[in-house]
């Protein structure tokens, strides 16, 4: 793509408003502040989207999944407390947006996507911004990614009936994982922190999110 979208005074007035919001809706993590005001989420998104890039709603992005509201995705890195040398794993890439996000904020992003398109979208806007520190796989997001386990924390942006047990099983002892929990069209954002003693759990907000389909979530 070429450079002047990414640099257009118009999509960082757009941007800075956005950041602006996240703050007034209860996020006021400088870090988490300062890694939405770099990225560009207009880059992410289809072309019919990009004008409405910088409010802070979910927009579609095709294949009948959307990417979240800014907002929600950053109430997400508040609360699962991300630390610059964590490795997190995303399960749900997405447009990739939220993942450029994550990169600025820990050491190591790992993602996976069911759609191979979307996928290979994300790479794209990944590569032009030349974020370098983020792994992506098409593949079933509720098996994880053994390979680089254990991980600090897990994000999932999709809901599911219960908590997959492959992904509590690649928590690192204290690491988090953050997954809407419920039906298909309503849940609970639940924050689970796996404990020496146990996995302790947490109810945080009521959510609506895209169904998260694989092994151990629903059928496709």
């Known amino acids: 793509m070429a450079a002047e979208p ?11 408003r956005l950041v602006e919001t996240i703050a007034e809706k209860g996020v006021d993590d400088l870090a988490i502040l300062r890694a939405f005001d ?19 709603v979910p927009l579609p992005i095709g294949f009948g999944q959307t990417t979240s509201q800014p907002s929600l995705q950053a109430l997400y890195m508040h609360v699962v407390r ?9 399960v749900g890439t997405g447009s990739g947006y939220q993942t450029a996000v994550l990169a600025h904020l820990v050491a190591n992003v790992y993602s ?12 794209s806007a990944l590569d032009t911004l030349r974020v370098n520190n983020v792994a ?5 997001g509720t098996v994880g990614w053994t390979r680089y386990a254990p991980f600090d924390a ?21 690491g988090r994982l953050l997954i809407p929990i419920g039906d298909r069209k309503e849940q609970s954002l639940t924050l689970f922190r796996k404990l020496a003693q ?22 496709d």
């Not at 990414?6 to 800075?16: E, F, K, P, V």
């Not at 998104?45 to 802070?56: G, K």
């Open 38 to 56: 770099l990225v560009p989420r207009h880059i992410f998104l289809p072309d019919a989207m990009r004008n409405r890039a910088y409010e802070d």
């Open 112 to 123: 996976i996507e069911r759609v191979a398109e979307l996928s290979a979208r994300a790479r």
């Open 136 to 140: 992506l796989l098409v593949g079933d």
């Open 198 to 219: 146990g996995v302790e759990t947490e109810e945080i907000a009521e959510c609506t999110f895209v169904p998260l389909v694989g092994r151990f979530a629903w059928p």
């Open 154 to 174: 897990i994000l999932v942006a999709a809901g599911a009936p219960s908590p997959p047990q492959a992904l509590l099983d690649q928590l690192a002892e204290n």
């Open 6 to 16: 990414l640099n257009d005074a118009r999509w960082q007035r757009a941007r800075r």
């Open 82 to 90: 991300l630390q610059p040398a964590d490795k997190v794993l995303e």
